[in-house]
């Protein structure tokens, strides 16, 4: 009765946007955003997890694993993830995320409309569950809003802290999977003489000083103080993805290469081919807030066709909002 409830809550809502609430193959809700070009997003409620991404073309830009799980209570494989309140290896928690397995709801409490023009949008909420409490005993309310533009995908995320006198201590991480032709041909530019912690060398401490990032191998970095834009260029494709981001200082670049992935249940064993995991985050320095604080990072992702060539890029660039 409640989540039936819930459900029409939701329909209502939604029948206001430009966007639809259905459900996927698997049985799952899904929202369905669309831009009058042609554009259009899929986002999964469970996890509020962005799980398609198709420019007006009809290009999927996004990547997700052949072997995901589609099933409520487990983590999908691709997309867009969020992962809070911790990112691997520097919490106490297993997983990278809580809010991965949730049911997020419509944002019944949402922030002012976007000024930019932007019609398709959509925005979640989550909050802690009686079984995080257990693990993990925070009081939080965490927003998600996801905008389609012509060309570009943006993920905007507040986190509040409602307790009365607890502090609310944090990582962060917005991580995109992103559809690659071949990563073998693939090149990242903006991270060049930026520091990094080398997660494949226990988390050592290097600095980048290549011109731009290639792939021959597995790799797992958090890079350190980023500048605010990143470009992805698939050569093959002949795309670049423009990421800018806000709130969010470091980088984390993933690819796990060919043994990995054999080891990862629910990622095919070629998978990594056709992928790259690019993430904007919080992880060195947690994120600290006080009882009615709220914290508010940005994760805008352009896709052009490419004109870059090498050294035009510049990585300097402010974010534009
Ligand atoms: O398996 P998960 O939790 O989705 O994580 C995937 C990868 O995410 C990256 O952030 C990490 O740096 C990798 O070490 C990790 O393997």
């Not at 809700?29 to 007006?56: C, F, M, Y």
């Not at 919490?91 to 049911?103: I, P």
């Not at 494709?237 to 796990?256: C, H, I, Q, S, Y």
């Not at 998978?271 to 994120?287: H, N, Q, T």
Request: a neutral charge.
């Amino acid at each position: 009765m409640a989540a039936e409830y819930i459900g029409r809550c939701q329909e209502e809502k939604l029948r206001k946007m430009p966007v639809d609430l259905v459900k996927d193959a698997f049985g799952c809700d899904i929202i369905i955003l669309r831009e009058p070009n042609g554009a259009s997003a899929v986002v999964h409620l469970h996890g509020g997890q962005v799980t398609s991404w198709k420019n007006a073309q009809g290009d999927e830009l996004l990547f997700l694993s052949s072997k995901a799980t589609h099933k409520p209570s487990k983590r999908m494989r691709g997309g867009i993830p969020i992962c809070f309140p911790h990112v691997r290896n520097l919490g106490s928690l297993e997983q990278q995320s809580l809010v991965r397995c949730h049911n997020w709801t419509i944002d019944p409490n949402p922030p002012p409309p976007p000024t930019n023009g932007i019609k398709a949008y959509l925005d979640l909420l989550s909050r802690p569950t009686a079984a995080d409490m257990n693990i993990w005993a925070h009081n939080f309310e965490l927003r998600l809003r996801v905008s389609l533009g012509m060309a570009n995908l943006t993920l905007t995320t507040r986190v509040k802290n409602i307790e009365k006198v607890k502090a609310l201590s944090f990582n962060f991480a917005i991580c995109t999977y992103i559809s690659v032709s071949d990563i073998s041909e693939v090149r990242i530019e903006g991270l060049e003489t930026t520091d990094y912690l080398d997660n494949l060398k226990c988390k050592e401490r290097f600095t980048e000083q290549g011109n731009a990032i290639t792939f021959d191998g597995e790799l797992d970095r958090v890079y350190l103080g980023t500048p605010t834009k990143i470009a992805i260029i698939d050569h093959e494709k002949k795309r670049t993805f423009e990421l800018r981001k806000d709130g969010l200082p470091d980088a984390v670049v993933w690819n796990p290469w060919d043994k990995k992935s054999k080891t990862i249940a629910d990622l095919g064993d070629d998978d990594y081919m056709r992928m790259l995991c690019i993430e904007s985050a919080a992880v060195e320095k947690s994120i600290v807030l006080k009882p009615g604080q709220e914290w508010k990072g940005r994760q805008e992702i352009t896709a052009v066709l490419s004109s870059y060539c090498s050294g035009q890029f510049d990585r300097h660039v402010a974010s534009d909002g």
